[in-house]
């Protein structure tokens, strides 16, 4: 799945060169050589992205690009307009706004080189894609939720009740379990935290959508608890009449897991 067509305007150099790095980031940006994967291939960057505080900042043309919305800018905000709303930043105090409405909790843009930069994971989760590191490419990982399929992977906390009640009945379960428009896909009994489930693509042919997830290793360089831990993911779909979904492994293309309930109306 592509991202659409944007529009990037140039950015007012001459102001923003008297704008100095926001007072919240207290820690000096660096530029880092990770990749960004969009659905499995390599992003095109045109400045390299920089890191702050542990988060991932690009630039916000590029951000555009890479998230299917459009960037426009005027000497005291920049404006991103993506599918599921409008984030405005303000350059000079580092806040945010949804839709008009400023966010207590939103991460804001900043100033360096006469760029601006915004948050890579903060924004991606604005727009409802799943962002993910990848220890095995040394890569920042994002998977878009595609307008015809609309499978998106949500957080539990964002979840009624009854959602919640369903997912802690099934999320030790190894199968893919499905309440409604939710689906709960459970890796089962695992040794220690460092495994895990991940999707890495998803794909929309005729009457079928096809959500393809890696069962993720531990990295062998970290030392984890040992404790059984129960990996799960939580996603929604609305799926269109007469439509099935499947759930494949990433690398074998095989079912998920081998039990039924991997492909649902």
């Keep these: 799945m592509k991202g659409k067509s944007i529009l990037a305007v140039a950015l007012t150099l ?34 390299a992205p920089i890191l702050v505080q542990q988060r991932t900042y ?41 839709n008009g409405k400023w966010l207590l909790d939103g991460q804001g843009a900043i100033v360096r080189d006469k760029q601006v930069y ?31 399929s609309a499978f998106t992977l949500v957080d539990a906390d964002k979840l009624t009740e009854q959602e919640r009640t369903f997912i802690e009945s099934v999320k030790e379960q190894q199968g893919i379990h499905k309440q409604g428009d939710l689906y709960v896909i459970a890796r089962g009994s695992s040794p220690n935290p460092g495994y895990g489930l991940q ?18 290793q531990p990295d062998p360089g970290k030392m984890y608890p040992q404790v059984i831990s129960y990996p799960y993911l939580t996603a929604k779909v609305k799926l269109p009449p007469y439509t099935t979904i499947s759930f494949l492994d990433a690398e074998t293309k095989k079912p998920l897991f081998p039990t039924e309930g991997n492909g649902s109306r």
């Design 14 to 47: 001459q102001v923003l060169a008297a704008y100095p790095v926001q007072a919240a980031v207290t820690s000096t940006p660096q530029t880092t050589t990770n990749a960004i994967l969009v659905n499995g291939e390599q992003s095109s960057l045109a400045k």
């Design 58 to 98: 690009v630039t916000a043309e590029d951000a555009s690009r890479i998230l299917g919305g459009t960037w426009k800018q005027d000497a005291t905000n920049g404006e991103m307009k993506l599918a599921k709303g409008t984030l405005t930043f303000q350059l000079v105090t580092g806040k945010v706004a949804l």
């Design 118 to 148: 915004v948050p890579l994971r903060w924004m991606a989760e604005q727009a409802g894609h799943q962002i993910t590191w990848n220890a095995e490419k040394k890569a920042v990982e994002i998977v878009m939720a595609g307008e015809e």
């Design 199 to 216: 999707v890495t693509k998803v794909e929309q042919s005729l009457e079928q959508l096809f959500v393809y997830v890696k069962q993720t």
